[in-house]
């Protein structure tokens, strides 16, 4: 089972941007899905965006256009692309990667993100 280190978290003005890093070890990584998530304080874990293991991407409605997901399977490292930060966008952000055939799941211990107005 793979095991997943989010970075790149911080605290940036509105406007700004910020490049998540999602790093995975222990297992084949280009076999799984990996999907960002997000959870603001008082708030409920939503899914902000997923790469499958074939490079499909999909993204939250409110989120496209500013927010790209990518990865880089020779890095075993999946990327959170995010511009024109909001002070809305600021939450932990968690990096889940999912071998859909059987569910076996994964989840980073989050990172940080704060936007100030």
């Known amino acids: 089972q793979v095991q997943l280190v989010e970075s790149g978290g911080g605290l940036v003005q509105a406007g700004g941007s910020l490049r998540l890093s999602c790093a995975a070890s222990?297992?084949?990584?280009?076999?799984?899905?990996i999907r960002w998530y997000r959870q603001a304080p008082g708030k409920q874990r939503e899914l902000v965006a997923t790469i499958t293991s074939g490079g499909d991407t999909n993204y939250a409605d409110s989120l496209k256009g500013r927010f790209t997901i990518s990865r880089d399977n020779a890095r075993n490292t999946a990327y959170l692309q995010m511009n024109s930060l909001k002070p809305e966008d600021t939450a932990v952000y968690y990096c889940n990667a999912i071998f859909t055939r059987t569910g076996i799941s994964s989840w980073g211990q989050g990172t940080q993100v704060t936007v100030s107005s």
């Open positions: 222990g297992g084949i990584f280009s076999i799984y899905a």
